[in-house]
């Protein structure tokens, strides 16, 4: 089970940090991504770290602004998100992947119910 928090309204430039907590399974056992889907889009990844947190990957879009890590010992995963725009306004979802750091939506297994991030101008 994966649950997130952390979401909520701030102003254009601001920032949050989004949790997602994962029980049931051996969380350092899986890469853990976060996907995104605005108002009228379709879903788009975010970020994905490794299972050890060592490797990251971003999407162009989040690059330089946001960070992904994860803490093993906790079974969490967070989202450092600086400088947001109101074009990062979106429901955002925590998933895990049992195979490699991908940002293909397809290979993640488990997916959170979402949380609310809304940047207004």
């Known amino acids: 089970q994966l649950v997130e928090s952390g979401g909520g309204l701030v102003q254009d430039g601001g920032s949050l940090r989004l949790s997602c907590a994962a029980s049931g399974r051996t969380f350092s056992n899986y890469a853990m991504g976060w996907f995104r889907q605005g108002p009228g889009k379709e879903r788009e990844f975010v970020a994905a770290?490794?299972?050890?947190?060592?490797?990251?990957h971003y999407s162009d879009s989040v690059e330089g602004r946001f960070t992904i890590s994860r803490d093993n010992t906790k079974n969490m995963v967070y989202l450092q998100m600086n400088s947001l725009k109101p074009e990062d306004t979106a429901v955002y979802y925590c998933a895990a992947d049992p195979g490699q750091i991908t940002d293909y939506a397809e290979q993640y297994d488990y997916w959170g119910q979402g949380t609310q991030v809304t940047v207004s101008s």
């Open positions: 770290i490794g299972r050890t947190g060592h490797r990251t």
